[in-house]
């Protein structure tokens, strides 16, 4: 994978992003985005029919390599904070 200069840190993103945001993040190709938000285990919402779309928090933790379960956890746990 060719990488390109993100031009978005994580911070600047919205809390649902798409492949688009996620090239822009990631510095990588839109095509390649969208190859990874196609990839088994990806964590994309379900349910938004066509639109490929993602928290940016559980795409963090799946990129960190968290197990299932840990994404889980560190997810309640940010919940709980914001409550």
Same mark, same amino acid.
């Given at each position: 994978?060719?990488?390109? #200069?993100?031009?978005?840190? @994580? ?6 992003? #798409?492949? @688009?945001? @996620? =090239?822009?993040? !990631?510095?990588?190709? $839109?095509?390649? =985005? !969208?190859?990874?938000?196609?990839? &088994? ?6 349910? %938004?029919? %066509?639109?490929?779309? +993602?928290?940016? !928090? =559980? %795409?963090?933790?799946? $990129?960190?390599?968290?197990? +299932? $379960? ?6 309640? &746990?940010?919940?709980? =904070?914001?409550?």
């Amino acid at each position: 994978m060719q990488l390109k #200069t993100p031009t978005k840190t @994580y911070q600047e993103l919205p809390d649902t992003i #798409t492949p @688009y945001d @996620y =090239a822009e993040w !990631r510095g990588c190709g $839109e095509n390649k =985005a !969208r190859e990874i938000f196609n990839s &088994e285990g990806f964590p994309r919402i379900k349910g %938004v029919g %066509v639109k490929q779309l +993602a928290d940016k !928090r =559980a %795409v963090l933790l799946h $990129e960190l390599g968290l197990t +299932a $379960e840990d994404r889980q956890e560190v997810l309640k &746990e940010m919940a709980r =904070a914001i409550i």
